[in-house]
């Protein structure tokens, strides 16, 4: 591919896309984890707990046991036949 190409494909990318950095600048990590937190409370009910990992979520009962988990690639699963 010639740099007239490549210089094509990055303009009409360009008009399309999203700017992306521009978009994490806007991001509140803590907005999003206390919503995220507010949907698992209507979901699971009390008690629960959840943590928030880069690879997914952990969801905890009452007694600390995980009882259920979201990773990419897999979606969520049970822990030890839970579900």
């Not at 010639?2 to 494909?9: H, M, Q, T, V």
């Not at 209507?42 to 990773?71: C, K, R, W």
């Amino acid at each position: 591919m010639g740099n007239k190409f490549l210089a094509l494909r990055k303009s009409e990318v360009a008009k399309v896309a999203p700017d992306r950095s521009a978009l994490m600048g806007k991001i509140d990590m803590k907005e999003i984890r206390e919503a995220d937190e507010r949907w698992l409370c209507i979901l699971f009910g009390e008690p629960y707990e959840a943590e928030f990992q880069s690879g997914g979520v952990h969801v905890y009962d009452g007694n600390g046991d995980e009882i259920l988990t979201y990773t990419a690639g897999v979606g969520w699963h049970g822990s030890a036949g839970r579900i």
